[in-house]
């Protein structure tokens, strides 16, 4: 069963920067195709970031060119670096499995994380 574990969430100040981590288990990590999404209160959940087996990356227009996707095979986790934080970037973050290609539209993925709070005051 697949199994993904978000960590690295918190409170920062607008300009500050965090780096979520989603550790995971129970498949073929190198072989997956996943990504990050995010969901304010009151709002969807949206897709942020994605990265397939191939390191092929999609973005958000909304925080491209300031957050970064990456993973580590040998450690099984997925990354999000997030820079320049802005206080519309609050919400909770959810780490997901399960796509075919980078693609940051959330029907493609089936497995997902319990999530981590970001949290940007101005």
């Known amino acids: 069963q697949v199994q993904l574990v978000e960590s690295g969430g918190g409170s920062v100040q607008a300009g500050g920067s965090l780096r979520l981590s989603c550790a995971a288990s129970?498949?073929?990590?190198?072989?997956?195709?996943m990504g990050w999404f995010h969901q304010a209160p009151g709002k969807e959940r949206e897709g942020v970031a994605a990265i397939d087996s191939h390191g092929s990356t999609s973005y958000a227009d909304s925080v491209k060119g300031r957050f970064t996707i990456s993973k580590d095979n040998a450690k099984n986790t997925l990354y999000l670096q997030m820079n320049s934080l802005k206080p519309e970037d609050t919400a909770m973050y959810y780490c997901?499995?399960?796509?075919?290609?980078?693609?940051?539209?959330?029907?493609?993925?089936?497995?997902w994380g319990q999530g981590t709070q970001v949290t940007v005051s101005s």
């Open positions: 129970g498949y073929t990590y190198s072989g997956y195709c």
């Open positions: 997901a499995a399960g796509c075919r290609i980078a693609t940051t539209d959330i029907v493609s993925f089936g497995y």
